[in-house]
C-alpha cells in the first residue's frame, strides 16, 4: 500500500458534511421563527443541535423548550440561502451586523416557505419539507472550551413524513430521501447509493 501523507491546516470552520435543518422555535408573541442549522444528529429519540449562542433560535429555547427540527432536501436550498443572512433579533447583534445579517420578522415570507400547524408543539411545521420532527428541549449546555455556541438535548415526540419518502408504516425509503447537505460552506445532495449496512 502507498504512504499516504497528510497536511496538517487550521480550517475556519469545520462542517465536513452534515444535513441542513430548518429549526422552528416560538417568538414571544407566539409567531414561529425559523433557523437554517448545519449541525445536528440523532441518537435513538434523542436529537442533538448545535447553535449559537447570541441568536434567536437560542433565545427563544430557553424561553419555550419545544421547536421543530424540518429537513429540508436539495431542490430547496435557494429557500435556506434566503434564510441566511436573517436574524430574527432586534436589534441585530453586534457580531450579526460586522457580517452584514440584517432582521427580518418573517421568515416565512422572506424564504418562500408555508407554515403548517404543528401537532404536539407551538412552533409551525415547514410544509415544503418533506421530513419534520416535533421536539421538546431536555437540556441546554454550554461547551467549556467553547463559550460561543449552546448544544442542545432534544427528545423527538413527533415525525412527520411525506407519503413518498415512506417506505411502510414505519421507514423512510432511502432511495426515495435526499438531504440537503451543507458541506464546507457549499450545498451538495447526495450520490448514487454505495451499499447498506447489515442492519438495514
Not at 504512504?3 to 480550517?11: D, G, N
Not at 449562542?53 to 427540527?69: D, M, Q
Given at each position: 500500500?502507498?504512504?499516504?501523507?497528510?497536511?496538517?491546516?487550521?480550517?475556519?470552520?469545520?462542517?465536513?458534511?452534515?444535513?441542513?435543518?430548518?429549526?422552528?422555535?416560538r417568538n414571544e408573541d407566539g409567531s414561529t421563527n425559523i433557523s437554517p442549522l448545519s449541525s445536528s444528529w440523532a441518537l435513538g429519540?434523542?436529537?442533538?443541535?448545535?447553535?449559537?449562542?447570541?441568536?434567536?433560535?437560542?433565545?427563544?429555547?430557553?424561553?419555550?423548550?419545544?421547536?421543530?427540527?424540518?429537513?429540508?432536501?436539495?431542490?430547496?436550498?435557494?429557500?435556506?440561502?434566503?434564510?441566511?443572512?436573517?436574524?430574527?433579533?432586534?436589534?441585530?447583534?453586534?457580531?450579526?451586523?460586522?457580517?452584514?445579517f440584517r432582521y427580518e420578522k418573517d421568515k416565512f415570507a422572506a424564504a418562500d416557505l408555508t407554515a403548517q400547524a404543528s401537532v404536539q408543539v407551538k412552533p409551525d411545521r415547514i410544509l415544503e419539507c418533506p421530513l419534520q420532527i416535533e421536539c421538546a428541549v431536555r437540556?441546554?449546555?454550554?461547551?467549556?472550551?467553547?463559550?460561543?455556541?449552546?448544544?442542545?438535548?432534544?427528545?423527538?415526540?413527533?415525525?412527520?413524513?411525506?407519503?413518498?419518502?415512506?417506505?411502510?408504516?414505519?421507514?423512510?425509503?432511502?432511495?426515495?430521501?435526499?438531504?440537503?447537505?451543507?458541506?464546507?460552506?457549499?450545498?451538495?445532495?447526495?450520490?448514487?447509493?454505495?451499499?447498506?449496512?447489515?442492519?438495514?
Amino acid at each position: 500500500m502507498p504512504e499516504i501523507t497528510h497536511q496538517e491546516i487550521k480550517p475556519k470552520i469545520l462542517y465536513y458534511g452534515t444535513p441542513v435543518i430548518l429549526l422552528s422555535t416560538r417568538n414571544e408573541d407566539g409567531s414561529t421563527n425559523i433557523s437554517p442549522l448545519s449541525s445536528s444528529w440523532a441518537l435513538g429519540s434523542c436529537i442533538v443541535l448545535g447553535l449559537g449562542i447570541g441568536g434567536k433560535a437560542i433565545e427563544n429555547l430557553k424561553s419555550h423548550p419545544e421547536c421543530v427540527v424540518n429537513v429540508p432536501t436539495p431542490e430547496l436550498w435557494t429557500h435556506v440561502e434566503k434564510l441566511a443572512p436573517l436574524t430574527g433579533k432586534n436589534p441585530v447583534p453586534d457580531n450579526k451586523l460586522q457580517n452584514s445579517f440584517r432582521y427580518e420578522k418573517d421568515k416565512f415570507a422572506a424564504a418562500d416557505l408555508t407554515a403548517q400547524a404543528s401537532v404536539q408543539v407551538k412552533p409551525d411545521r415547514i410544509l415544503e419539507c418533506p421530513l419534520q420532527i416535533e421536539c421538546a428541549v431536555r437540556n441546554i449546555r454550554i461547551p467549556e472550551h467553547d463559550p460561543h455556541f449552546a448544544i442542545v438535548e432534544a427528545e423527538a415526540l413527533k415525525v412527520h413524513a411525506h407519503p413518498g419518502i415512506i417506505l411502510d408504516e414505519d421507514r423512510i425509503n432511502p432511495e426515495a430521501w435526499s438531504p440537503l447537505i451543507y458541506n464546507f460552506r457549499h450545498y451538495f445532495g447526495l450520490g448514487k447509493e454505495l451499499g447498506k449496512t447489515f442492519r438495514a
